[in-house]
């Protein structure tokens, strides 16, 4: 599975962004789905993850609320929706595919990441 993430970019406080993940090669079919970030001098976190089909959705704490995550498993998408961001959402946002929960040493695929800036 080749997963690429898009959608990042540079926003201020309080604005909204909306990432995406697209599999150019494979299937999302059967992979819990989720999107990581690291910070500068920070270790990679998890931020939502979506079980397979799509029933079971979770999220970090600082995210509650605010972040979305979807999947759309006819075109083999995951989004995560940001609303109200922080400067403290800054990182590079990863996709990762996984047959369960993935953790930041647990996961079998990749997306190659996209920068978000948030600027306050």
């Known amino acids: 599975v080749q997963l690429q993430a898009s959608g990042g970019g540079l926003v201020q406080a309080g604005e909204s962004l909306r990432l995406s993940c697209a599999t150019s090669e494979g299937t999302l079919s059967y992979y819990y789905m989720g999107w990581f970030r690291q910070a500068p001098g920070k270790e990679r976190e998890f931020v939502a993850g979506?079980?397979?089909?799509?029933?079971?959705?979770e999220y970090v704490g600082s995210v509650k609320g605010r972040f979305t995550i979807s999947r759309d498993n006819t075109r083999h998408t995951v989004d995560l929706q940001m609303n109200n961001l922080k400067a403290e959402d800054t990182g590079i946002y990863y996709c990762a595919a996984n047959r369960n929960v993935p953790t930041s040493t647990r996961v079998a695929f990749w997306g190659q990441g996209t920068q978000v800036t948030v600027s306050s």
């Open positions: 979506i079980s397979w089909p799509g029933t079971k959705k």
